[in-house]
Protein backbone atom coordinates (compact mmCIF):
# COMPACT_ATOMS: atom_id res chain seq x y z
CA UNK A 1 0.00 0.00 0.00
CA UNK A 2 1.82 3.38 -1.02
CA UNK A 3 0.12 5.72 1.30
CA UNK A 4 3.25 6.44 3.09
CA UNK A 5 5.22 4.42 5.70
CA UNK A 6 7.51 4.44 8.31
CA UNK A 7 10.56 1.69 7.96
CA UNK A 8 11.21 1.40 11.86
CA UNK A 9 8.13 2.41 13.93
CA UNK A 10 9.63 2.74 16.96
CA UNK A 11 10.79 5.93 15.71
CA UNK A 12 7.67 7.83 16.34
CA UNK A 13 5.78 9.19 18.92
CA UNK A 14 3.42 7.09 20.59
CA UNK A 15 -0.29 7.56 21.01
CA UNK A 16 -0.46 7.66 24.70
CA UNK A 17 -2.24 4.43 26.87
CA UNK A 18 -5.77 5.50 28.43
CA UNK A 19 -6.16 6.90 31.71
CA UNK A 20 -7.08 5.97 34.84
CA UNK A 21 -11.20 6.27 34.50
CA UNK A 22 -11.52 5.99 30.86
CA UNK A 23 -14.11 4.91 28.84
CA UNK A 24 -13.77 2.73 26.02
CA UNK A 25 -16.06 3.21 23.25
CA UNK A 26 -18.82 0.50 22.61
CA UNK A 27 -20.23 -0.97 19.20
CA UNK A 28 -23.66 0.28 18.35
CA UNK A 29 -23.80 -0.90 15.28
CA UNK A 30 -21.94 -2.56 12.45
CA UNK A 31 -22.99 -2.45 8.69
CA UNK A 32 -21.88 -3.64 5.81
CA UNK A 33 -21.01 -1.32 2.40
CA UNK A 34 -22.73 -2.19 -0.54
CA UNK A 35 -20.65 -2.13 -4.25
CA UNK A 36 -21.87 -0.30 -7.12
CA UNK A 37 -20.44 2.27 -9.81
CA UNK A 38 -19.87 5.58 -9.99
CA UNK A 39 -19.17 8.39 -12.04
CA UNK A 40 -18.01 6.71 -15.82
CA UNK A 41 -18.05 3.67 -13.99
CA UNK A 42 -15.44 3.05 -11.31
CA UNK A 43 -16.25 0.55 -8.68
CA UNK A 44 -17.15 1.95 -4.94
CA UNK A 45 -18.11 0.70 -1.64
CA UNK A 46 -20.93 3.07 0.13
CA UNK A 47 -19.33 2.86 3.66
CA UNK A 48 -21.86 4.63 5.45
CA UNK A 49 -25.21 2.46 3.66
CA UNK A 50 -27.53 2.00 6.25
CA UNK A 51 -26.41 4.64 9.07
CA UNK A 52 -28.60 7.32 10.31
CA UNK A 53 -27.65 10.90 9.16
CA UNK A 54 -28.07 11.83 12.67
CA UNK A 55 -25.54 9.24 13.37
CA UNK A 56 -23.26 10.57 10.57
CA UNK A 57 -23.33 14.44 11.72
CA UNK A 58 -21.43 15.83 10.09
CA UNK A 59 -20.36 13.98 7.69
CA UNK A 60 -23.09 13.12 4.60
CA UNK A 61 -21.35 9.69 3.10
CA UNK A 62 -18.19 8.09 2.36
CA UNK A 63 -17.18 6.21 -0.20
CA UNK A 64 -14.05 3.79 -1.23
CA UNK A 65 -13.01 4.12 -4.55
CA UNK A 66 -11.49 0.50 -5.86
CA UNK A 67 -9.69 -0.72 -4.43
CA UNK A 68 -9.15 -2.11 -8.53
CA UNK A 69 -6.42 -2.75 -10.85
CA UNK A 70 -7.65 -1.52 -14.48
CA UNK A 71 -6.15 -3.22 -17.71
CA UNK A 72 -4.80 -0.37 -19.96
CA UNK A 73 -7.56 1.84 -21.57
CA UNK A 74 -10.30 0.82 -18.61
CA UNK A 75 -8.94 3.61 -15.70
CA UNK A 76 -12.73 5.60 -15.55
CA UNK A 77 -13.28 8.77 -13.21
CA UNK A 78 -16.51 11.36 -13.43
CA UNK A 79 -18.08 14.31 -15.69
CA UNK A 80 -18.65 17.49 -14.79
CA UNK A 81 -20.51 17.68 -12.15
CA UNK A 82 -21.79 20.75 -9.65
CA UNK A 83 -21.80 20.76 -5.72
CA UNK A 84 -22.51 23.38 -3.06
CA UNK A 85 -22.81 23.34 0.64
CA UNK A 86 -20.64 20.89 1.77
CA UNK A 87 -17.01 19.37 1.41
CA UNK A 88 -15.43 16.86 -0.41
CA UNK A 89 -12.30 14.58 1.25
CA UNK A 90 -10.38 12.79 -1.19
CA UNK A 91 -7.65 10.68 0.39
CA UNK A 92 -5.43 8.32 -2.51
CA UNK A 93 -3.84 5.14 -0.99
CA UNK A 94 -2.83 3.75 -4.98
CA UNK A 95 -3.34 5.42 -7.94
CA UNK A 96 -3.20 8.90 -9.27
CA UNK A 97 -6.47 11.26 -9.43
CA UNK A 98 -6.50 14.87 -11.43
CA UNK A 99 -9.01 16.64 -10.09
CA UNK A 100 -10.34 20.51 -12.18
CA UNK A 101 -12.97 23.18 -11.28
CA UNK A 102 -14.94 26.08 -12.98
CA UNK A 103 -12.95 28.53 -10.72
CA UNK A 104 -9.33 27.32 -11.87
CA UNK A 105 -8.89 24.85 -8.68
CA UNK A 106 -7.63 21.82 -8.55
CA UNK A 107 -4.69 19.45 -8.87
CA UNK A 108 -3.18 16.04 -8.65
CA UNK A 109 -2.93 13.99 -5.49
CA UNK A 110 -1.23 10.73 -5.68
CA UNK A 111 -0.02 7.85 -3.23
CA UNK A 112 -0.90 9.04 0.54
CA UNK A 113 -1.66 12.58 -0.90
CA UNK A 114 -5.56 14.06 0.20
CA UNK A 115 -7.64 16.94 -1.49
CA UNK A 116 -9.76 18.96 0.66
CA UNK A 117 -12.74 20.78 -1.40
CA UNK A 118 -14.98 23.19 0.16
CA UNK A 119 -17.17 23.88 -2.62
CA UNK A 120 -19.14 25.81 -0.49
CA UNK A 121 -21.69 28.47 -2.44
CA UNK A 122 -20.97 26.38 -5.88
CA UNK A 123 -18.29 24.82 -8.21
CA UNK A 124 -18.52 22.41 -11.75
CA UNK A 125 -15.84 19.73 -10.63
CA UNK A 126 -14.47 17.15 -12.35
CA UNK A 127 -11.85 13.93 -11.29
CA UNK A 128 -10.42 11.38 -13.57
CA UNK A 129 -7.37 9.71 -14.16
CA UNK A 130 -4.48 11.20 -16.16
CA UNK A 131 -4.55 10.29 -19.97
CA UNK A 132 -1.03 8.25 -19.25
CA UNK A 133 -2.71 6.16 -16.83
CA UNK A 134 -6.14 5.29 -19.10
CA UNK A 135 -3.36 4.35 -21.40
CA UNK A 136 -1.43 1.94 -19.24
CA UNK A 137 -3.74 1.05 -16.42
CA UNK A 138 -2.47 0.43 -12.71
CA UNK A 139 -4.02 0.09 -8.98
CA UNK A 140 -6.80 2.59 -7.97
CA UNK A 141 -7.70 2.77 -4.70
CA UNK A 142 -8.84 5.43 -2.10
CA UNK A 143 -11.79 6.94 -0.26
CA UNK A 144 -14.16 10.13 -0.69
CA UNK A 145 -15.73 11.46 2.06
CA UNK A 146 -18.49 14.51 2.34
CA UNK A 147 -18.40 16.55 5.05
CA UNK A 148 -21.40 18.49 5.87
CA UNK A 149 -20.80 22.69 6.80
CA UNK A 150 -23.11 24.54 8.78
CA UNK A 151 -25.43 26.79 7.60
CA UNK A 152 -23.43 29.86 8.44
CA UNK A 153 -20.44 28.30 6.20
CA UNK A 154 -22.91 27.23 3.34
CA UNK A 155 -22.58 29.64 0.97
CA UNK A 156 -18.61 30.94 1.29
CA UNK A 157 -15.80 31.02 -1.25
CA UNK A 158 -14.56 27.80 -2.85
CA UNK A 159 -11.26 26.75 -1.89
CA UNK A 160 -8.95 24.22 -1.89
CA UNK A 161 -6.28 22.30 0.77
CA UNK A 162 -3.38 20.30 -1.21
CA UNK A 163 -2.79 17.89 1.70
CA UNK A 164 0.82 15.97 0.55
CA UNK A 165 1.50 12.58 1.66
CA UNK A 166 4.87 14.02 3.84
CA UNK A 167 2.43 16.58 5.52
CA UNK A 168 0.42 14.20 7.33
CA UNK A 169 0.86 13.24 11.07
CA UNK A 170 2.67 10.17 12.03
CA UNK A 171 2.24 8.91 15.09
CA UNK A 172 2.33 4.39 16.45
CA UNK A 173 0.34 2.94 18.89
CA UNK A 174 1.72 2.19 22.48
CA UNK A 175 3.33 -0.91 21.59
CA UNK A 176 4.55 0.45 18.01
CA UNK A 177 2.30 -2.12 16.83
CA UNK A 178 0.35 0.07 14.43
CA UNK A 179 0.84 3.26 12.06
CA UNK A 180 -1.48 5.93 12.58
CA UNK A 181 -1.73 8.86 9.96
CA UNK A 182 -3.50 11.68 11.30
CA UNK A 183 -4.67 13.38 8.44
CA UNK A 184 -7.02 16.30 9.89
CA UNK A 185 -7.72 16.78 13.74
CA UNK A 186 -6.15 16.08 17.05
CA UNK A 187 -5.11 12.77 18.42
CA UNK A 188 -3.98 12.99 21.97
CA UNK A 189 -2.58 16.33 21.34
CA UNK A 190 -1.47 15.66 17.86
CA UNK A 191 -2.55 17.62 15.07
CA UNK A 192 -3.32 16.34 11.32
CA UNK A 193 -2.57 19.24 8.61
CA UNK A 194 -6.45 18.86 7.66
CA UNK A 195 -8.27 22.81 8.48
CA UNK A 196 -11.62 21.94 8.83
CA UNK A 197 -15.07 24.26 9.06
CA UNK A 198 -16.61 21.59 11.24
CA UNK A 199 -14.06 20.13 13.85
CA UNK A 200 -13.17 16.26 13.18
CA UNK A 201 -10.34 14.37 13.28
CA UNK A 202 -9.79 11.88 9.87
CA UNK A 203 -6.95 8.83 10.22
CA UNK A 204 -5.83 5.87 8.54
CA UNK A 205 -4.48 3.07 10.61
CA UNK A 206 -2.37 0.03 9.54
CA UNK A 207 -2.08 -2.75 12.35
CA UNK A 208 0.23 -5.41 12.17
CA UNK A 209 -1.33 -8.93 12.30
CA UNK A 210 -1.65 -9.28 16.25
CA UNK A 211 -1.73 -5.46 17.13
CA UNK A 212 -3.92 -3.44 18.76
CA UNK A 213 -4.46 0.47 18.99
CA UNK A 214 -6.67 2.35 22.01
CA UNK A 215 -6.75 5.69 19.93
CA UNK A 216 -7.82 8.47 22.44
CA UNK A 217 -10.54 10.53 20.85
CA UNK A 218 -12.80 13.64 21.71
CA UNK A 219 -15.28 13.44 23.84
CA UNK A 220 -17.39 15.46 22.36
CA UNK A 221 -17.36 13.90 18.43
CA UNK A 222 -18.73 10.73 17.47
CA UNK A 223 -16.91 7.62 15.81
CA UNK A 224 -17.03 5.42 13.13
CA UNK A 225 -13.99 2.76 11.90
CA UNK A 226 -14.80 1.92 8.03
CA UNK A 227 -12.51 -1.03 7.41
CA UNK A 228 -9.88 -0.64 4.50
CA UNK A 229 -8.91 -4.44 3.69
CA UNK A 230 -7.97 -6.83 6.28
CA UNK A 231 -9.93 -8.36 9.46
CA UNK A 232 -10.00 -7.46 12.89
CA UNK A 233 -12.14 -6.55 15.62
CA UNK A 234 -13.49 -2.79 17.50
CA UNK A 235 -14.55 -2.12 21.20
CA UNK A 236 -13.33 -4.09 23.91
CA UNK A 237 -16.08 -6.56 23.47
CA UNK A 238 -14.08 -7.76 20.41
CA UNK A 239 -17.12 -7.39 18.06
CA UNK A 240 -15.72 -8.64 14.53
CA UNK A 241 -14.79 -6.23 11.79
CA UNK A 242 -13.65 -7.22 8.06
CA UNK A 243 -13.36 -5.29 4.50
CA UNK A 244 -15.86 -3.26 3.52
CA UNK A 245 -17.56 -2.78 6.82
CA UNK A 246 -18.53 0.13 9.13
CA UNK A 247 -18.62 0.21 12.98
CA UNK A 248 -20.51 3.29 14.18
CA UNK A 249 -19.08 3.26 18.36
CA UNK A 250 -21.21 4.80 21.19
CA UNK A 251 -19.85 7.26 23.75
CA UNK A 252 -16.38 7.28 25.30
CA UNK A 253 -12.53 8.51 25.51
CA UNK A 254 -11.22 6.47 23.08
CA UNK A 255 -11.78 3.89 19.93
CA UNK A 256 -10.21 0.52 20.77
CA UNK A 257 -9.38 -1.56 17.57
CA UNK A 258 -7.56 -4.86 16.75
CA UNK A 259 -6.33 -7.10 14.28
CA UNK A 260 -6.34 -10.70 14.03
CA UNK A 261 -3.70 -12.72 13.96
CA UNK A 262 -3.69 -14.22 11.09
CA UNK A 263 -4.42 -12.34 7.76
CA UNK A 264 -4.72 -13.39 3.86
CA UNK A 265 -1.80 -12.55 1.67
CA UNK A 266 -3.88 -10.70 -0.34
CA UNK A 267 -4.24 -8.07 2.88
CA UNK A 268 -0.88 -8.51 5.06
CA UNK A 269 -2.38 -5.96 7.73
CA UNK A 270 -5.69 -4.48 8.91
CA UNK A 271 -5.95 -1.01 7.37
CA UNK A 272 -8.95 1.14 8.67
CA UNK A 273 -10.16 4.69 8.64
CA UNK A 274 -11.30 5.98 11.74
CA UNK A 275 -13.35 9.72 11.86
CA UNK A 276 -15.99 11.58 13.94
CA UNK A 277 -16.88 15.26 14.38
CA UNK A 278 -19.11 17.49 16.76
CA UNK A 279 -22.10 17.19 15.05
CA UNK A 280 -23.74 20.24 13.58
CA UNK A 281 -27.80 19.30 14.29
CA UNK A 282 -29.20 20.99 11.52
CA UNK A 283 -32.02 20.40 9.35
CA UNK A 284 -30.35 18.97 6.41
CA UNK A 285 -31.76 19.09 3.23
CA UNK A 286 -29.54 16.44 0.80
CA UNK A 287 -30.45 16.17 -3.31
CA UNK A 288 -27.90 14.52 -5.52
CA UNK A 289 -24.43 17.03 -5.59
CA UNK A 290 -26.47 19.24 -2.89
CA UNK A 291 -26.71 19.45 1.00
CA UNK A 292 -28.52 22.45 1.86
CA UNK A 293 -30.81 23.15 4.87
CA UNK A 294 -33.89 23.62 3.46
CA UNK A 295 -35.97 22.14 0.27
CA UNK A 296 -36.16 26.06 -1.37
CA UNK A 297 -32.53 26.14 -0.53
CA UNK A 298 -31.59 22.60 -2.74
CA UNK A 299 -34.03 24.30 -5.19
CA UNK A 300 -32.41 27.42 -5.69
CA UNK A 301 -28.97 25.92 -5.89
CA UNK A 302 -30.10 23.67 -8.86
CA UNK A 303 -31.65 27.01 -10.83
CA UNK A 304 -28.31 28.63 -10.08
CA UNK A 305 -26.58 25.50 -11.52
CA UNK A 306 -28.85 25.70 -14.61
CA UNK A 307 -28.41 29.28 -14.97
CA UNK A 308 -24.78 29.18 -15.19
CA UNK A 309 -23.89 30.62 -11.94
CA UNK A 310 -21.95 27.82 -10.62
CA UNK A 311 -19.21 29.07 -13.35
CA UNK A 312 -18.43 27.57 -16.91
CA UNK A 313 -16.40 24.55 -17.85
CA UNK A 314 -12.95 25.73 -19.42
CA UNK A 315 -12.06 25.23 -22.87
CA UNK A 316 -10.13 22.19 -23.81
Known amino acids: MPAI ?23 RQVTT ?25 PFIMMDQMGEVEYAPGEPKGTPWHPHRGFETVTYMIDGVFDHQDSHGGGGTITNGDTQWMTAGAGLLHIEAPPEWLVQSGGLFHGIQLWVNLPRSDKLIAPRYQDIRSGEVRLLT ?57 GAGSVGVEGRPLRAGQTALLGAGDYVSIAADST ?24 AGPFVMNSKSEV ?3 YEDFQKGRFGHIPAG
Open 173 to 229: SADAGALVRVIAGDVAGHAGPGSTHSPMSLVHLTLEPGARVDLPWDVDFNALVYVLN
Open 33 to 57: APQGYEGEGFPVRRAFAGIELRDLD
Open 299 to 301: LSA
Open 263 to 286: QESRSPRLDVVVLGGRPIREPIAW
Open 5 to 27: TVDDLTTLSRVRAPGLGDQPRPV
